[in-house]
């Protein structure tokens, strides 16, 4: 299977926290993305990091990319109950097939008032 | 921003029958359509990626005469669930690329009892 790994499967933190969740991937890239998800819900586009990048941050968010290592890091900092969700990481299918998106196993993230 | 409409978001049908799930992108053109399934607490797995006008492609492991996907516009795109089965019980989530990156249907939550 292409799906990459995802942990910790779950995680659970108090409002305020720093909230980290790592990816690894299988097959050469040339960009990684995570998403948000709300129980039952669609996904939420978050963040793309290219291959040649190695940190990108979006307000609380703070991804980094070692592609030596096939891995990826998602940091929300100072989290929020609203935060709680499900985050996966998504890869291209291949490096000349970027149109599918192959997820990650997924982190389920709570975070309590 | 792009948005797309799925549609429904929740259906319970009887063993043996079929199911339609409908997936519009409104405000621009979906040139390609991805319908991914999602068990509970589990990641999305891509089922079958289809192009307006051409057949689907389907993902390994995936029965293409259970799971029939039309796209027939570059607005909407279509997936049947055939003489579905307590098995075929999931989340189904469509994505469309050709707006700025991916967007998410919300996703139909499908019980076949």
């Known amino acids: 299977s292409q799906q990459g790994e995802e942990d910790p499967q779950a995680l659970s933190i108090q409002e305020g926290e720093n909230a980290t969740m790592n990816c690894s991937y299988k097959?050469?890239?040339?960009?990684l993305q995570w998403y948000r998800q709300n129980s039952g819900r669609g996904l939420v586009h978050l963040i793309l990091i290219r291959s040649n990048e190695r940190e990108k941050h979006s307000g609380r968010l703070r991804v980094t990319l070692d592609t030596s290592k096939k891995s990826s890091s998602l940091l929300i900092t100072a989290s929020r109950a609203a935060d709680t969700a499900s985050y996966f990481c998504a890869t291209p299918g291949s490096l000349y097939n970027t149109d599918k998106l192959i997820f990650g196993t997924g982190t389920r993230l709570q975070v309590f008032p | 921003g792009a948005v797309v409409s799925q549609h429904p978001s929740w259906v319970i049908c009887k063993s043996g029958t079929s199911v339609k799930i409908e997936c519009r992108s409104l405000d621009f053109q979906a040139t390609t359509m991805f319908w991914y399934r999602q068990f509970p607490k589990q990641s999305l797995m891509l089922m079958a990626t289809?192009?307006?006008?051409?057949?689907?492609?389907?993902e390994q492991g995936v029965e293409k005469d259970k799971f029939l996907i039309n796209h027939a516009s570059l607005t909407l795109s279509t997936l049947t669930v055939t003489s579905a089965h307590p098995e075929d019980s999931s989340f189904y989530i469509c994505?469309?690329?050709?707006?700025?990156?991916?967007?998410f249907g919300s996703g139909t939550r499908l019980t076949v009892v």
């Open positions: 097959t050469s890239i040339n960009n």
């Open positions: 994505s469309a690329s050709g707006g700025p990156g991916y967007t």
């Open positions: 289809s192009n307006e006008g051409s057949k689907a492609t389907y």
